[in-house]
C-alpha cells in the first residue's frame, strides 16, 4: 500500500498543473482513448493471467505465464494486421478525428497493458509486493514526467531556470486562463504518456523475474500448458465475459458522452472519475492484491477466509469515511481551487457520484473472493446488471432527461442497492465454501 499511495500521489500532486496546461477536450480525448486500449485488452491473454496466483506449485504456474505471452503475442500481431489494414475502416466507425492518426499506436498499448498484467500477477503470485510497488511508482512517474512534458512543449515553455519558475508562477495566478479546444501537441502527450509508462512498469516487473525465476521455463511444456489451460478453462470461458461487460460499460459511457455532449463534458467526467478512483487506485488496489493472494493461499490450504472479507471490507470503510465525505461537502470549491475555475463542474459532478464510488472502493477487492471460488459465472451476471444499471443512467440522463446530473443521480441511488446486495452474497459464499477445496 505504501508503493502505491507514493505512485498515486504523483499524479494527484501534479493534477493542478496539468489541468492548468491541457484543456478539458484533450482529457475527454484521452478518455476516449484509453477505453478503447482497455477494451481490446481484455482478452490479450484469454483471462489466464487471474490464475497465474492460484497453482500450488510454481512448475504449474509457469506453463500458465508461458500460455499467456503465446497468447498474447498472436492477439496482438492479429490485431496489428487488421488496424494495417482496415485503419480508414475503423476511423471512420470510431469518427473522433482527434485520435485517427494514433489508432495505429493501439495494438503496441495493448501488448504493454497485457504484459503489465502478466508479470504483476507473478509478482504477487511470488509476494514480491515491493517490486510490485516499484514497477507502479515507476509507471506513474514516467507517466506523469511524459505529460509534463509535453505540456510544456505545448506552451513553449522556456528551458532556462528563471524563465521556467516564472512560467510555473504564471499558471497558478488568478489571472491564468485555463486553456480550451484540442491541440495536437496535448492530444499526443496524453496518449503517449499511457505508453511509456506501463514501459517502465513492464521492465520493472520484468528484470527480477528473468534473474530468479527465469529457469522454471525449463517446466514449460505443450503439455503442461494444455492441462493448465483446461483446469482453469472457466477463465477465458465466463471471466473473459465479465471483464468485456467491464469495458464495454466504460466506452458505452464514454460515447454516449461525447457524442452526447461533446468532449468537454467527457473531459470532466473523466476528470471526476480520476480524482475519486484515485483513492480505490491507492489503497483499494493494494487491498486487492493482497487480499487475492491471501485467499486463494488460504482456500487452497484448507481455511476459510470469512473473516477477511469482513475484516477488509471494515478496514476500507474506515479509511473512505473521510475521504469521501469531504469530496460530497466541498467537492466544487475543492474542484475549483485546486483545479482550476473551469473544473468546478467537476466538483459538481463529484458530489453526485461519490456514493457509487465509496461502495465500489469497499466492496470491489473483495469480489474476487468470486474468481477463488469458482463462481465465475454468478459473478458475470452481477457485473452484467451493475453495468446495466450504471450504463442504463446515463443513457437515460443524456437522452432522454436531457440532465445529466439527473443521471448521475440516478446511477448512484442504483448502485447503493447494488453493492450492498453483492457484498451480502460474497460474503455467504465465502463462508460456505472458502476452504472446501
Not at 199 to 206: H, Y
Not at 209 to 238: C, H, T, W
Amino acid at each position: 500500500m505504501t508503493g502505491t499511495s507514493i505512485a498515486q500521489l504523483i499524479p494527484l500532486l501534479l493534477t493542478p498543473v496539468l489541468t492548468r496546461l491541457f484543456s478539458p477536450e484533450e482529457f475527454g480525448i484521452f478518455n476516449f482513448f484509453m477505453p478503447l486500449v482497455t477494451f481490446l485488452s481484455v482478452i490479450g491473454a484469454g483471462r489466464y493471467e487471474q490464475a497465474i496466483v492460484l497453482p500450488k506449485k510454481d512448475k504449474d504456474a509457469i506453463n500458465i505465464l508461458a500460455l499467456c505471452l503465446i497468447i498474447l503475442t498472436a492477439y496482438v500481431g492479429v490485431l496489428s494486421i487488421v488496424f494495417l489494414l482496415f485503419r480508414k475502416d475503423i476511423a471512420t466507425l470510431i469518427n473522433v478525428e482527434s485520435i485517427n492518426g494514433w489508432l495505429w499506436f493501439i495494438p503496441i498499448c495493448v501488448f504493454l497493458t497485457v504484459g503489465y498484467r502478466i508479470f504483476t500477477y507473478w509478482s504477487n503470485r511470488k509476494k514480491r509486493f515491493l517490486g510490485t510497488s516499484g514497477a507502479v511508482v515507476s509507471l506513474a512517474t514516467a507517466r506523469a514526467t511524459t505529460q509534463i512534458s509535453g505540456g510544456l512543449i505545448k506552451f513553449s515553455a522556456p528551458i532556462e531556470s528563471k524563465g521556467f519558475v516564472e512560467f510555473f508562477k504564471s499558471i497558478f495566478k488568478k489571472t491564468y486562463v485555463i486553456p480550451s479546444g484540442i491541440t495536437t501537441v496535448g492530444v499526443s502527450s496524453l496518449i503517449l504518456s499511457y505508453a511509456i509508462g506501463l514501459l517502465f512498469g513492464v521492465l520493472l516487473l520484468l528484470f527480477p523475474f528473468l534473474k530468479k525465476d527465469r529457469a522454471l521455463f525449463s517446466n514449460v511444456s505443450k503439455s503442461g500448458m494444455r492441462e493448465q489451460a483446461k483446469i482453469y478453462k472457466k477463465f477465458p470461458r465466463i471471466n473473459t465475459w465479465h471483464a468485456f461487460g467491464d469495458e464495454l460499460k466504460n466506452m458505452g459511457v464514454n460515447s454516449t458522452l461525447i457524442y452526447g455532449f461533446g468532449e468537454v463534458i467527457l473531459g470532466f467526467y473523466g476528470m471526476t472519475y480520476r480524482i475519486l478512483r484515485a483513492p480505490l487506485a491507492v489503497i483499494g488496489n493494494s487491498f486487492a492484491q493482497v487480499f487475492f493472494q491471501k485467499a486463494a493461499e488460504m482456500h487452497a490450504n484448507g481455511q476459510n477466509f470469512v473473516k477477511l472479507v469482513d475484516s477488509t471490507v471494515k478496514k476500507l470503510t474506515l479509511v473512505a469515511v473521510p475521504i469521501f465525505a469531504t469530496i460530497l461537502i466541498f467537492g466544487p470549491d475543492l474542484f475549483d481551487f485546486v483545479l482550476g475555475d473551469k473544473w468546478r463542474v467537476a466538483g459538481v459532478y463529484a458530489q453526485y457520484l461519490t456514493p457509487w464510488l465509496f461502495l465500489s472502493f469497499v466492496v470491489a477487492p473483495v469480489q474476487q473472493a468470486g474468481v477463488i471460488l469458482n463462481k465465475q459465472g454468478q459473478l458475470f451476471m452481477f457485473s452484467l446488471l451493475g453495468n446495466f444499471l450504471i450504463f442504463g443512467s446515463i443513457l437515460i440522463g443524456a437522452f432522454l432527461l436531457e440532465d445529466i446530473l439527473k443521471g448521475f443521480l440516478m446511477l448512484s441511488i442504483l448502485q447503493i442497492g447494488y453493492y450492498i446486495w453483492v457484498f451480502l452474497w460474497i460474503r455467504s459464499i465465502s463462508k460456505k465454501l472458502s476452504g472446501k477445496v
